[in-house]
């Protein structure tokens, strides 16, 4: 039992100072485990903590870019709109220019002439921007420099009626007048003294002639039953179409192609006379013997152009309104090709043609290799053997529309500066022509005069920078498109400088058409460029045009004609001037016409 008891306090002790050292091991463990476990929960905060920092530093350059990104958004937004802006205050400025240009060719003056300068007075106004802008200086003294342009002398009463009978009436005293009122003397004539000059019309006047033929038989052969019978004849069988005589169907075309006188106002006129013929009748009149008795002269002034080196084109709007397969309001053309300056007789001639097609041209011309004066129109390209020169009087057109509304006389504007070199050529152009008496000699007074102008012309177009879409920019773009054509007049003295000489010739018909306003069918329209054609070379050959139709319908030209017949027919031959003339003297004896009709009896 001692030895249990003693066994137990040995054993007891260790055991406690075990249990002692295991529970304090355990608290140690428990603590460990626990810094294990707040170390372990740090780390995990921070960890988190910088996560987050890190979610928000990318967060933010997020942002920042997305920021970047906006503002250039909104950069190209505003710079697309201030173009935007731009662009339609550009537009705003060329429909203003569009809209005072308008108005100028609609209520303003049609002349291309610049207002005459006043020596210094610009100077005054616009020293400061000379001086800032030396080509408007330049241009000033480029303009002085000009020759001032004599005016013509006014024509006196004389000269204007120098062709027209003079009759005289003398204001005598009655007869119991003639004594003196102081001593009741007979008074004695002592001469005459001029009062003044009247130019008095004639009316025309209107009267159906009716022929009869006298005929006669032979009494002895009647006793025989052998029938001789003999009538009267005149020698000029009736072949017109219709029962006008040739002075009245030549009077219908006048009036109408000469004078723009519709066929409904033409009716009306001879109502005035008691006298019903329609309109309808008129136009066939025209029609018919137009294309009879006019198309073989026509196509004999054609052969006669293709022969020709020079030659001259434009064309023209026309509404034909029975056009088959084409609506009335389709538009048509009327072209016209006419002979240049080279000294020959001028031909003019007008074509009918459905549209403005340039194979009208080619067609036309087909035949004809020389120089071809027309305006930009492209369709001219297509004809072959023609060296095309441009018109400067188109330039000048298109530089005046591009002159802003009231700075025709400021030298700052670049149109300004480009209207002095088409003013230098144009006046150079008429002295060299008036002072120069063979081809030749014209043109080597171009090239010596001319042609610096003109290079330097086409420098100073090469330096504009105009605004697009604007007038200027129009102008600059016409003329470096025809920049070659321009200076093809420099190669011979016979080319033409502008194409006012077809534009001239053309001007009737545009003229004539504000007052017929339309062709009802094909063939008036054809017929019409017909008459017209004879009308205008009447004109261009300096005879009578209303004679000169009666003569032609008179001497009935036909296919059958050759050329040299035709010739004889033609109004550039001395002895058809002679007869047109002598017509002409005949008719003014009996009857006047103030306005330049033909003073003839209807």
Same mark, same amino acid.
């Given at each position: $039992?001692?030895?249990? $008891?003693?066994?137990?306090?040995v054993?007891?002790?260790?055991?406690?100072?075990?249990?002692?050292?295991?529970?304090?091991?355990?608290?140690?463990?428990?603590?460990?485990?626990?810094?294990?476990?707040?170390?372990?929960?740090?780390?995990?905060?921070?960890?988190?903590?910088?996560?987050s920092?890190?979610?928000?530093?990318?967060?933010l350059?997020?942002?920042?870019?997305?920021?970047?990104k906006?503002?250039?958004?909104?950069?190209?937004?505003?710079?697309?709109?201030?173009?935007?802006?731009?662009?339609?205050?550009?537009?705003?400025?060329n429909?203003?220019?569009?809209?005072?240009?308008?108005?100028?060719?609609?209520?303003?003056?049609?002349s291309?002439?610049?207002?005459?300068?006043?020596?210094?007075?610009?100077?005054?106004?616009?020293?400061a921007?000379?001086?800032?802008?030396?080509?408007?200086?330049?241009?000033?003294?480029m303009?002085?420099?000009?020759?001032?342009?004599?005016?013509?002398?006014?024509?006196?009463?004389?000269?204007?009626f120098?062709d027209?009978?003079?009759?005289?009436e003398?204001?005598?005293?009655?007869?119991?007048? &003639?004594?003196?009122?102081?001593?009741?003397?007979?008074?004695?004539?002592?001469?005459?003294?001029?009062?003044?000059?009247?130019?008095?019309?004639?009316?025309?006047?209107?009267?159906v002639?009716?022929?009869?033929?006298?005929?006669?038989?032979?009494?002895?052969?009647?006793?025989?039953?052998?029938?001789?019978?003999?009538?009267g004849?005149?020698?000029?069988?009736?072949?017109l179409?219709? $029962?006008?005589?040739?002075?009245?169907?030549?009077?219908?075309?006048?009036?109408?192609?000469?004078?723009?006188?519709?066929?409904?106002?033409?009716?009306?006129?001879?109502?005035?006379?008691?006298?019903?013929?329609?309109?309808?009748?008129?136009?066939?009149?025209?029609?018919?013997?137009? %294309?009879?008795?006019?198309?073989?002269?026509?196509?004999?002034?054609?052969?006669?152009?293709?022969?020709?080196?020079?030659?001259?084109?434009?064309?023209?709007?026309?509404?034909?309104?029975?056009?088959?397969?084409?609506?009335?309001?389709?538009?048509?053309?009327?072209?016209?090709?006419?002979?240049?300056?080279?000294?020959?007789?001028?031909?003019i001639?007008?074509?009918?043609?459905?549209?403005?097609?340039?194979?009208?041209?080619?067609?036309?011309?087909?035949?004809?290799?020389?120089?071809?004066?027309?305006?930009?129109?492209?369709g001219?390209?297509?004809i072959?053997?023609?060296?095309?020169?441009?018109?400067?009087?188109?330039?000048?057109?298109?530089?005046?529309?591009?002159i802003?509304?009231?700075?025709?006389?400021?030298?700052?504007?670049?149109?300004v500066?480009?209207?002095?070199?088409?003013?230098?050529?144009?006046?150079?152009?008429?002295?060299? =022509?008036?002072?120069?008496?063979?081809?030749?000699?014209? =043109?080597?007074a171009?090239?010596?005069? %001319?042609?610096?102008?003109?290079?330097?012309?086409?420098?100073?177009v090469?330096?504009?920078?105009?605004?697009?879409?604007?007038?200027?920019?129009?102008?600059?773009?016409?003329?470096?498109?025809?920049?070659?054509?321009?200076?093809?007049?420099?190669?011979?003295?016979?080319?033409?400088?502008?194409n006012?000489?077809?534009?001239?010739?053309?001007?009737?018909?545009t003229?004539?058409?504000k007052?017929?306003?339309?062709?009802?069918?094909?063939?008036?329209?054809?017929?019409?460029?017909?008459?017209?054609?004879?009308?205008?070379?009447?004109?261009?050959?300096?005879?009578?045009?209303?004679?000169?139709?009666?003569?032609?319908?008179?001497?009935?030209?036909?296919?059958?004609?050759?050329?040299?017949e035709?010739e004889l027919?033609?109004?550039?031959? %001395?002895?058809?001037?002679?007869?047109?003339?002598? &017509?002409?003297?005949?008719?003014?004896?009996?009857y006047?016409?103030?306005?330049?009709?033909?003073?003839?009896?209807?």
């Amino acid at each position: $039992m001692y030895e249990k $008891m003693h066994r137990k306090t040995v054993i007891m002790p260790v055991f406690s100072a075990l249990f002692r050292h295991l529970r304090q091991l355990f608290c140690w463990e428990i603590s460990l485990f626990s810094g294990i476990i707040k170390v372990s929960k740090n780390r995990e905060e921070n960890a988190v903590s910088d996560s987050s920092k890190d979610l928000q530093l990318r967060e933010l350059k997020d942002m920042i870019n997305d920021l970047k990104k906006m503002i250039k958004t909104l950069q190209a937004t505003v710079d697309a709109a201030n173009k935007r802006e731009e662009a339609l205050t550009q537009e705003r400025d060329n429909l203003k220019a569009e809209i005072d240009l308008l108005r100028k060719k609609l209520f303003g003056s049609s002349s291309e002439k610049t207002p005459a300068d006043f020596p210094g007075q610009m100077n005054l106004f616009n020293e400061a921007e000379k001086e800032e802008n030396p080509a408007a200086a330049q241009a000033e003294e480029m303009d002085a420099a000009l020759p001032a342009k004599k005016r013509k002398s006014r024509t006196s009463n004389a000269e204007r009626f120098k062709d027209i009978p003079v009759t005289r009436e003398y204001l005598d005293l009655p007869e119991e007048d &003639r004594v003196c009122p102081v001593c009741n003397t007979p008074l004695v004539k002592i001469g005459e003294e001029f009062v003044r000059r009247e130019l008095v019309f004639i009316p025309a006047k209107v009267k159906v002639v009716e022929y009869y033929s006298i005929n006669y038989t032979c009494p002895e052969c009647s006793k025989h039953d052998i029938p001789v019978i003999k009538k009267g004849k005149d020698g000029r069988p009736h072949m017109l179409y219709g $029962m006008a005589s040739a002075g009245t169907v030549a009077w219908v075309m006048y009036q109408k192609f000469c004078n723009s006188l519709p066929y409904y106002r033409q009716e009306k006129d001879w109502a005035q006379y008691g006298v019903a013929i329609s309109r309808a009748t008129m136009a066939n009149w025209v029609i018919r013997n137009a %294309e009879a008795y006019f198309q073989p002269m026509y196509d004999f002034f054609h052969r006669k152009l293709l022969t020709r080196g020079f030659a001259m084109s434009d064309e023209t709007p026309v509404q034909v309104l029975n056009e088959p397969g084409r609506r009335a309001q389709t538009k048509s053309y009327m072209w016209l090709f006419r002979s240049g300056e080279d000294g020959g007789p001028p031909i003019i001639l007008y074509k009918y043609a459905e549209t403005r097609a340039g194979d009208n041209a080619v067609e036309f011309l087909s035949g004809f290799k020389g120089y071809l004066m027309c305006d930009g129109y492209s369709g001219y390209n297509k004809i072959p053997d023609a060296r095309r020169t441009a018109c400067w009087a188109h330039v000048r057109r298109y530089l005046t529309d591009a002159i802003p509304k009231g700075k025709q006389l400021d030298y700052a504007q670049p149109a300004v500066q480009g209207m002095i070199y088409i003013n230098q050529l144009f006046q150079l152009e008429d002295a060299i =022509k008036a002072k120069s008496t063979s081809f030749d000699a014209i =043109k080597k007074a171009r090239i010596k005069k %001319e042609q610096p102008i003109v290079e330097g012309f086409l420098s100073w177009v090469d330096q504009q920078t105009p605004v697009r879409g604007s007038r200027m920019d129009k102008a600059v773009t016409y003329i470096k498109n025809r920049r070659s054509d321009l200076t093809t007049y420099l190669e011979d003295g016979r080319c033409s400088f502008s194409n006012n000489l077809s534009e001239n010739a053309i001007r009737p018909f545009t003229l004539g058409r504000k007052n017929w306003l339309f062709c009802d069918t094909p063939n008036g329209a054809q017929a019409s460029a017909i008459v017209y054609t004879m009308v205008e070379m009447a004109k261009a050959n300096g005879v009578n045009v209303y004679h000169y139709l009666t003569y032609l319908l008179e001497k009935l030209p036909d296919d059958r004609m050759s050329d040299d017949e035709l010739e004889l027919l033609a109004p550039w031959n %001395e002895t058809v001037k002679a007869e047109i003339e002598r &017509r002409a003297n005949e008719s003014n004896q009996s009857y006047v016409n103030c306005q330049g009709a033909p003073a003839t009896e209807k």
